[in-house]
């Protein structure tokens, strides 16, 4: 693996880097707040910050570069569906130790933030910056997609099981050839909010 001369970084991916480093930060919010406001308060101050900072960096940096055609689509039509397969078997695979999901008044705001604005900040962050900022870095396209999965499965600490980091890291580098392969983010966030959708569509077994 050759790596590129760091002259090929250039102000905007030292940027990114930062913008990516101060996402990390942001995460560790409910662990400073959690005794004064509670988890619940905590997780969607986070989660509000971390969209609002994301947000702001999609129009500042990436916007620009939006151009939705129909052969992206295409691309991410298929992305979709192959994490949609993966997803439904590991259901399959874990629905009798999973339990159902109930969907109430007090969790339908949890289950929006999931669905609509988690996956938006962590395409800015992830699929936009951190693969932005390990992109110059080398001229193969397999250490900045791996290294940003792994990254990505790992930040993910809610989660105790090998098998589901593992599917952590597929899914992101998916979502990382669906930004490289449309030089969008609207598209990987699109399917990474389906996932998200189709998942909890899965576990919701109650209405109340």
Same mark, same amino acid.
């Given at each position: 693996?050759?790596?590129?001369?760091?002259?090929?970084?250039? +102000?905007?991916?030292? !940027?990114? $880097?930062?913008?990516? &480093? %101060?996402?990390? *930060?942001?995460?560790?919010i409910?662990?400073?707040? #959690?005794?004064?406001?509670?988890?619940?308060?905590?997780?969607?101050?986070?989660?509000?910050?971390e969209?609002?900072?994301?947000?702001?960096?999609?129009?500042?940096?990436?916007?620009?570069?939006?151009?939705?055609?129909?052969?992206?689509? +295409?691309?991410?039509? !298929?992305? $979709?569906?192959?994490? &949609? %397969?993966?997803? *439904?078997?590991?259901?399959?695979?874990?629905?009798? #130790?999973?339990?159902?999901?109930?969907?109430?008044?007090?969790?339908?705001?949890?289950?929006?933030?999931?669905?609509?604005?988690?996956?938006f900040y962590?395409?800015?962050?992830?699929?936009?910056?951190?693969?932005?900022?390990?992109?110059?870095?080398?001229?193969?396209?397999?250490?900045?997609?791996?290294?940003?999965?792994?990254?990505?499965?790992?930040?993910?600490?809610?989660?105790?099981?090998?098998?589901?980091?593992?599917?952590?890291?597929?899914?992101?580098?998916?979502?990382?050839?669906?930004?490289?392969?449309?030089?969008?983010?609207?598209?990987?966030?699109?399917?990474?909010?389906?996932?998200?959708?189709?998942?909890?569509?899965?576990?919701?077994?109650?209405?109340?």
């Open positions: 693996m050759k790596f590129c001369n760091v002259r090929g970084i250039k +102000k905007k991916h030292i !940027v990114y $880097l930062s913008l990516f &480093i %101060l996402c990390v *930060f942001i995460t560790g409910p662990r400073v707040t #959690v005794s004064a406001i509670g988890w619940p308060v905590s997780l969607r101050l986070m989660f509000f910050i969209f609002f900072v994301g947000i702001s960096a999609f129009f500042l940096f990436f916007a620009k570069d939006e151009l939705i055609a129909p052969a992206k689509i +295409k691309i991410a039509s !298929v992305a $979709l569906g192959v994490i &949609i %397969l993966i997803q *439904f078997a590991y259901y399959s695979l874990t629905e009798s #130790v999973v339990g159902a999901l109930s969907l109430t008044k007090d969790n339908t705001l949890n289950i929006l933030i999931m669905v609509l604005i988690v996956p962590e395409e800015v962050f992830y699929r936009g910056c951190l693969l932005g900022f390990l992109k110059p870095l080398t001229r193969s396209l397999v250490f900045p997609i791996m290294a940003t999965s792994v990254i990505f499965s790992l930040m993910h600490t809610q989660y105790n099981s090998l098998t589901a980091h593992f599917i952590l890291f597929f899914v992101s580098a998916i979502l990382c050839v669906v930004r490289i392969m449309t030089k969008s983010l609207l598209l990987p966030y699109l399917v990474h909010m389906s996932m998200n959708l189709f998942v909890f569509s899965l576990y919701i077994q109650n209405f109340y």
